[in-house]
């Protein structure tokens, strides 16, 4: 079947939402399909020096990337409409994929089979957006509303905008690990236990919790990878502790050998999270999210420690983490001790893993979005 994917994610770039998209595709393809992905060719572009964007997200060159280019000018949204229509038409897809309203509003007028998958609730940006959800969702060739959470379906029912059974949870997912042997090497008293955390430091991603725990649990190396200079500065400035160690954005290929290299790994969001540094609390997405990271760390097979959050609850439960109150500082630490225990820390890294294989791989989620 082909397949077009229609996205606004700028690519490349360091966000979770790139990445996401970059590992559906792949997820497509492994699954048989002949699949496009479209995007704008976006000039904040934040990787410049990348040459080859399938290397730099640690996928194989099993589909084709296409850009489109935006016009920063009076009658952008024309020649956008203009452009994805034009591919459309070229190359014909059976099927339509798109993190893109507007995308998906051009694929199902044009009589396209569309599924559209969203991560935020649509009518957060704007009323108009979400009086043109609802008339897009009784389109006929509207098929499928893909949500990441069922927290995210709740909200999507009580706007009353479309029909539940036309909305399909599939939460994210994660790679197979093929090496689980190659390690980076870290920073530290090798003599001490390693925690880690990879992802960004935006407020609410649980960095205050561990810029707290750190000087507190100096039994432990405390390794953070990823977050923008920016945001390392600032927290490197705030933890004076020892015991903490920054490493910086490591591109998708690069991320396993780090997280190998943890005994313990931690997902402690707070019940706000901000992405991408936005200030307002209407842009919280505590409630409905679904993080990369911690089907990353299943996959690794990884005991976690994570915030008893609902949301994170939709996935992980007592048998394949620990779970802990997201502010008791002493919560984590107890937790941490906990897991000092090897044994403890492998039956929990097992039942994790145990349960991504059975049901968060970029693989099965691709198949489970389109099935009829």
């Not at 591109?251 to 780090?258: A, H, I, K, S």
């Not at 044994?343 to 049901?359: G, L, P």
Request: aromatic share 10%; hydrophobic share 40%.
């Amino acid at each position: 079947m082909k397949i077009l994917y229609i996205a606004r994610a700028t690519i490349p770039s360091r966000e979770a939402n790139s990445i996401q998209v970059m590992k559906m595709c792949q997820a497509f393809a492994d699954n048989g399909h002949d699949v496009v992905l479209l995007v704008p060719d976006k000039k904040n572009n934040t990787e410049p020096s990348v040459k080859d964007l399938h290397t730099y997200y640690g996928v194989k060159k099993c589909f084709t990337i296409r850009k489109f280019k935006i016009r920063h000018k009076q009658g952008r949204a024309f020649f956008e409409i203009m452009a994805i229509k034009k591919y459309l038409l070229e190359f014909d897809p059976d099927l339509v994929y798109s993190r893109c309203s507007l995308g998906c509003a051009i694929s199902c007028l044009n009589g396209y089979k569309t599924f559209y998958e969203s991560h935020l609730p649509i009518w957060r940006s704007s009323s108009i957006k979400k009086a043109g959800f609802q008339l897009l969702s009784k389109n006929r060739n509207f098929k499928r509303l893909i949500v990441i959470s069922q927290a995210l379906k709740d909200l999507y029912i009580k706007q009353h905008i479309i029909a539940p059974d036309k909305i399909s949870i599939a939460h994210d997912g994660a790679d197979e690990i093929t090496d689980f042997t190659a390690k980076a090497k870290l920073s530290g008293n090798q003599g001490r236990l390693n925690i880690g955390y990879s992802g960004h430091l935006y407020t609410g991603k649980g960095m205050e919790v561990i810029a707290k725990a750190a000087p507190l649990a100096k039994e432990f190396n405390f390794h953070l990878v990823g977050g923008t200079e920016k945001d390392i500065a600032y927290w490197k400035s705030a933890v004076t502790s020892d015991n903490v160690f920054f490493y910086g954005f490591k591109p998708q290929r690069e991320l396993p050998e780090y997280i190998n290299s943890f005994d313990i790994c931690l997902l402690p969001n707070q019940e706000i999270v901000l992405p991408c540094g936005k200030e307002d609390h209407k842009h919280n997405i505590s409630a409905f999210t679904s993080p990369l990271k911690m089907f990353e760390y299943m996959a690794h097979k990884k005991a976690i420690i994570a915030s008893d959050l609902p949301v994170l609850r939709e996935v992980l439960h007592e048998s394949n983490a620990v779970l802990v109150q997201c502010d008791d500082i002493h919560a984590w630490i107890e937790a941490m001790e906990r897991l000092r225990d090897a044994a403890t820390r492998e039956i929990i890294a097992q039942k994790a893993y145990d349960d991504f294989i059975r049901s968060y791989t970029w693989k099965n989620r691709a198949k489970l979005v389109i099935a009829e």
